[in-house]
Structures are given as structure tokens and as C-alpha cells.
């Protein structure tokens, strides 16, 4: 069954599907609200993301643990403070800024 990356104005959307309309026909299920902008048949049944394409290269940036317990130390230890840097530094929402810095104060930093 061939692959289709279909690009939509709020998402990209990686799928099987045995054609175009059935692959479109997935993201109307899934996504009703979405306009498909784009869709291609890859030429393959896998599908690979660059890390560099998406600016991954730094190998700070791979690791969340030693981010976070930077970020712990720039705090100085204070928790708040160190969660927001960890939101600002990684673009992460609250709760995953929270875990990040709690997982990694209860293995020391």
C-alpha cells in the first residue's frame, strides 16, 4: 500500500492509503475542519525527517535531560524559574516543561 504525505493548513499528515482519494478521504475523517494544500505519493512505504531539516543538529538540543538540568542550574535550583527557562529555551508547553525539570531535580542536577 503506498505511502502519502498530505499537507494541510494545520497539519502534515503521513499515511497509507491504496490512492489520492482515499488518502484525502483519511484526512476528512480525521480532520474536517483542515483545506488540503498538498498531497504527494512518496516513493517508498517509510518516510524519514531530517533532524538537521528541523534545526536538530546541536546535540544540546537532543538531549532534553541535560537542557533541563542546565536550566536547573542557571536557576540557581528554583524550580519555577527553571521551568520557564526550559520553555523558553525549548518552545514546550507547561506540563512538559514541568516534567522535564521535576524528573530531572528528583535524579539530581
Not at 484525502?24 to 504527494?40: A, L
Not at 544540546?60 to 533541563?68: E, F, V, Y
Not at 524550580?79 to 518552545?91: D, P, Y
Request: overall charge negative.
Amino acid at each position: 500500500m503506498p505511502l502519502f504525505e498530505i499537507e494541510t493548513n494545520a497539519h502534515v499528515i503521513i499515511t497509507w492509503a491504496e490512492d489520492e482519494n482515499e488518502a484525502k478521504g483519511t484526512v476528512f475523517d480525521c480532520y474536517p475542519c483542515d483545506d488540503v494544500i498538498r498531497i504527494t505519493k512518496r516513493p517508498r512505504n517509510s518516510w524519514v525527517i531530517s533532524k538537521a531539516a528541523l534545526g536538530l543538529t546541536d546535540q544540546a538540543d537532543l538531549d532534553p535531560c541535560s537542557r533541563a538540568r542546565d536550566c536547573l542550574s542557571k536557576a540557581e535550583g528554583d524550580k519555577v524559574h527553571a521551568i520557564r527557562l526550559f520553555m523558553h529555551e525549548t518552545g514546550t508547553d507547561l506540563q512538559q516543561a514541568r516534567k522535564a525539570i521535576e524528573s530531572n531535580m528528583v535524579m539530581g542536577w
